[in-house]
């Protein structure tokens, strides 16, 4: 068991196996030895350790998670030892030669995009591209100029850039912008460079200073006039920079707050609704019957609306989280672990979702009936009448609709399921004596779960003195779940018998004769002579009598019959006949009988 040890390397803290942090500190020492008489040793080490905290924070997966070994040598693999990066100064004289082949040879892929605010005159976005693409920054400033007087996208395109690429601040940061790989040679060579051009300018002043006063006094003017301008107009655009990056935070913690508000009132809305939905299942809160009577999957409700929660709730979670990254910038990050736990969590709660589903529609796969078939003592010329009945332990005004159930108690106090779904319908028979089939239907995955939910359907009749009492409604128990439980009371009644339905009838009647049915719901409250395949009303009134015939010119309604033809037109009505042909008028009516000829 190893010790660990706390350090702050560049300002980062991390924590460090007691063999590892040794190894370490030796290397450090290491390094400053070697660089005991070089110019610039402070900024070199300074750099050196950002580069190695840096490696570590790319290797750490969070913040207590222990820097070992392995990760050290990785890091010093990508360093370097201290004496394969002696240099001798000579090699620094020659170095800037050599620099622009260098950078040329650099792919574009080892280097990585940063502003060059040390060469710039606005925002160092030039000189970035122009380190990245191994060009000359001249040529991507006139690109500039070309997009904004030509197609004038070039200003939005700089300020976006600006915004979004960083700078490159660290001597790290300046050699990754040229694609130079970031080990101890570089970073020595970068900071001694800045040096000798330091004092190469330095010496240049006093050189002109001592040949000429009046000269060096025009070369320093010309020269504080050019960096002058430099700084003025660098000053300038840092400055509308600035402002619009503080309108661009303003923008996005306004974003952060909405993402925060929108996800909270999410979570709190699925919390509410899974210990409402959820936990009143589990202990079988009143109220939810219904909900478990529709459930023909028999999966349980709590189940249902723990997945839903996560489904639709780890989504807003990190939305919310996002508004919280946005609003605080130092915000502790949940970990990979965390993430994708929500992630997998997420996933199984879609997959289980979609299986639920599917489970609960192949519940309606299967549409299969049970008919119980009884004779009634009616025969030809019999008179039968009909009407519907209803129970005063189920709602009386309960609207009828074809897919509607509802959850009641019968006369021993046991629950029910009740519907209205019920239709009636009449067909002729040759046979002596009437029929009444009951056909009861209903759904489920298999045939054989079909079939019995639908003989479990309780529905029942009376015949009493000639009058058939049908119930109004269909039972069965809850266990069976409502699984689009419907009933069909087809009557056969005898030719030449008659049939009277009562107004109460007239809601489970078809609006048409459909299918063979005879019976409509306008023959309601009307004695019905069935016919063959048909029925005529004994009492209609002569106003309700109608005859359609499919001869085309005839027309015959309850005001009097006309035809209609090519050669001519006859119609008679109550005022008389009027007959038209292209020779010959005729009208009869009550001042005699007018003939006209063209002849």
Same mark, same amino acid.
């Not at 736990?341 to 529609?361: D, E, F, H, P, Y």
């Not at 009740?418 to 009444?436: E, L, N, P, Q, W």
């Given at each position: 068991? /190893?010790?660990?040890?706390?350090?702050? +390397?560049?300002?980062i803290?991390?924590?460090?196996?007691e063999?590892?942090? +040794?190894?370490?500190?030796?290397?450090?020492?290491?390094? *400053?030895?070697s660089?005991? !008489?070089?110019?610039?040793?402070?900024?070199i080490?300074?750099?050196?350790?950002?580069?190695?905290?840096?490696? #570590?924070?790319?290797?750490?997966?969070?913040?207590?998670?222990?820097?070992?070994?392995?990760?050290?040598?990785e890091v010093?693999?990508i360093?370097?030892q201290?004496?394969?990066?002696?240099?001798?100064?000579?090699?620094?004289e020659?170095?800037?030669?050599?620099?622009?082949?260098?950078?040329?040879?650099?792919?574009?892929?080892?280097?990585?995009l940063?502003?060059?605010?040390?060469?710039?005159?606005?925002?160092?976005?030039?000189?970035? $591209?122009?380190?990245y693409?191994g060009?000359?920054?001249?040529?991507?400033r006139?690109?500039?100029? +070309?997009?904004?007087?030509?197609?004038?996208?070039?200003?939005?395109?700089?300020?976006?850039?600006?915004?979004?690429?960083?700078?490159?601040?660290?001597?790290?940061?300046?050699?990754?912008?040229?694609?130079e790989?970031? %080990?101890?040679? %570089?970073?020595?060579?970068?900071?001694?460079?800045?040096?000798? /051009?330091?004092?190469?300018?330095?010496?240049?002043?006093?050189?002109?200073?001592?040949?000429?006063?009046?000269?060096?006094?025009?070369?320093?003017?010309?020269?504080?006039?050019?960096?002058? &301008?430099?700084?003025?107009?660098?000053?300038?655009?840092?400055?509308?920079g600035?402002?619009?990056?503080? #309108?661009?935070?303003?923008?996005?913690?306004?974003?952060?707050?909405i993402l925060?508000?929108?996800?909270?009132?999410? $979570?709190?809305? +699925?919390i509410?609704?899974?210990?409402s939905?959820g936990?009143? =299942?589990?202990?079988?809160?009143?109220?939810?019957?219904?909900?478990?009577?529709?459930?023909?999957?028999?999966t349980?409700?709590?189940?249902?609306?723990?997945?839903?929660?996560?489904?639709?709730?780890?989504?807003?979670?990190?939305?919310?989280?996002?508004?919280l990254?946005?609003?605080? /910038?130092?915000?502790?990050?949940?970990?990979?672990?965390?993430?994708?736990?929500?992630?997998?969590?997420?996933? &199984?709660?879609?997959?289980?979702?979609?299986i639920?589903?599917?489970?609960?529609?192949?519940?309606?796969?299967?549409?299969?009936?049970?008919?119980?078939?009884?004779?009634l003592?009616?025969?030809a010329?019999?008179?039968?009448n009909?009407?519907?009945?209803?129970?005063?332990?189920?709602?009386?005004? #309960?609207?009828?609709?074809?897919?509607?159930?509802?959850?009641?108690h019968? =006369?021993?106090?046991n629950?029910?399921?009740?519907?209205?779904?019920? !239709?009636?319908? @009449?067909?002729?028979?040759?046979?002596?004596?009437?029929?009444?089939?009951?056909?009861?239907?209903?759904?489920?995955?298999?045939?054989?779960?079909?079939?019995?939910?639908?003989?479990n359907?309780?529905?029942?009749?009376?015949?009493?003195?000639?009058t058939?009492?049908? !119930?109004?409604?269909?039972?069965?128990?809850?266990?069976?779940k409502?699984?689009?439980?419907? @009933?069909?009371? @087809?009557?056969?009644?005898?030719?030449?018998?008659?049939?009277? #339905?009562?107004?109460?009838t007239?809601?489970? $009647?078809?609006?048409?004769?459909?299918e063979?049915?005879i019976?409509?719901r306008?023959?309601t409250?009307?004695?019905? *002579?069935?016919?063959?395949?048909?029925?005529?009303?004994?009492?209609?009134?002569?106003?309700?009598?109608? @005859?359609?015939? !499919?001869?085309?010119?005839?027309?015959? /309604?309850?005001?009097?019959?006309?035809? *209609?033809?090519?050669?001519?037109?006859?119609k008679?009505?109550?005022?008389?006949?009027?007959?038209?042909?292209?020779?010959?008028?005729?009208?009869?009516?009550?001042?005699g009988?007018? &003939?006209k000829?063209?002849?």
């Amino acid at each position: 068991m /190893n010790k660990t040890v706390n350090i702050n +390397l560049a300002g980062i803290f991390f924590h460090i196996d007691e063999d590892a942090y +040794l190894k370490l500190q030796r290397y450090l020492e290491a390094i *400053k030895r070697s660089f005991t !008489d070089s110019q610039g040793r402070s900024e070199i080490i300074a750099d050196i350790e950002a580069r190695i905290a840096e490696l #570590f924070s790319e290797r750490v997966e969070n913040d207590k998670q222990v820097i070992r070994i392995k990760e050290v040598d990785e890091v010093i693999s990508i360093m370097g030892q201290p004496e394969d990066y002696l240099v001798d100064d000579e090699i620094f004289e020659d170095e800037p030669n050599a620099s622009y082949s260098k950078k040329s040879s650099s792919s574009t892929s080892n280097r990585k995009l940063f502003r060059d605010t040390d060469n710039s005159y606005v925002g160092g976005v030039s000189s970035g $591209l122009a380190h990245y693409f191994g060009i000359d920054a001249i040529w991507i400033r006139l690109a500039w100029i +070309l997009l904004i007087f030509g197609a004038g996208t070039g200003i939005l395109l700089y300020i976006l850039l600006w915004i979004l690429v960083p700078e490159a601040k660290t001597t790290a940061e300046k050699i990754m912008m040229t694609g130079e790989p970031v %080990n101890i040679s %570089n970073i020595e060579k970068k900071i001694k460079d800045s040096l000798e /051009n330091v004092t190469e300018t330095v010496s240049d002043v006093a050189k002109n200073v001592s040949e000429s006063v009046s000269s060096a006094a025009k070369s320093i003017d010309v020269k504080k006039g050019a960096n002058s &301008i430099k700084s003025s107009s660098r000053t300038f655009f840092d400055t509308i920079g600035d402002i619009i990056m503080f #309108f661009f935070k303003v923008f996005a913690k306004f974003i952060g707050i909405i993402l925060i508000i929108v996800g909270a009132s999410a $979570l709190i809305g +699925l919390i509410i609704g899974l210990f409402s939905v959820g936990v009143a =299942d589990i202990i079988h809160v009143p109220g939810l019957d219904l909900v478990d009577i529709a459930n023909a999957g028999n999966t349980p409700i709590w189940l249902i609306s723990l997945l839903a929660f996560f489904v639709v709730g780890i989504p807003f979670f990190f939305l919310f989280y996002l508004g919280l990254k946005i609003l605080i /910038n130092n915000l502790k990050s949940i970990g990979n672990i965390a993430k994708f736990t929500l992630l997998g969590i997420w996933l &199984i709660s879609i997959i289980s979702l979609i299986i639920v589903g599917i489970r609960q529609a192949s519940e309606y796969a299967f549409d299969e009936s049970y008919i119980e078939k009884t004779e009634l003592p009616i025969m030809a010329n019999d008179t039968l009448n009909i009407r519907m009945v209803g129970n005063d332990n189920f709602n009386p005004n #309960f609207y009828r609709n074809n897919h509607s159930f509802k959850l009641a108690h019968d =006369d021993d106090g046991n629950k029910t399921i009740y519907s209205s779904d019920v !239709d009636i319908r @009449v067909k002729s028979t040759t046979d002596s004596v009437a029929t009444i089939a009951i056909e009861k239907s209903a759904d489920g995955r298999s045939y054989e779960i079909a079939r019995e939910r639908a003989k479990n359907i309780n529905y029942n009749f009376d015949f009493r003195n000639n009058t058939l009492l049908l !119930d109004s409604y269909l039972t069965t128990n809850p266990e069976n779940k409502f699984s689009d439980q419907e @009933v069909d009371v @087809v009557l056969y009644l005898p030719e030449n018998s008659v049939v009277y #339905f009562n107004s109460s009838t007239k809601p489970f $009647l078809y609006y048409r004769n459909y299918e063979g049915n005879i019976i409509s719901r306008e023959n309601t409250n009307h004695y019905m *002579k069935i016919l063959f395949d048909e029925a005529e009303c004994l009492d209609c009134p002569e106003d309700d009598f109608n @005859v359609n015939v !499919d001869t085309p010119g005839l027309k015959i /309604n309850k005001e009097g019959v006309e035809v *209609k033809s090519e050669d001519g037109s006859l119609k008679i009505d109550g005022k008389g006949l009027k007959a038209k042909s292209e020779d010959v008028k005729v009208n009869i009516d009550s001042n005699g009988i007018e &003939i006209k000829s063209d002849n």
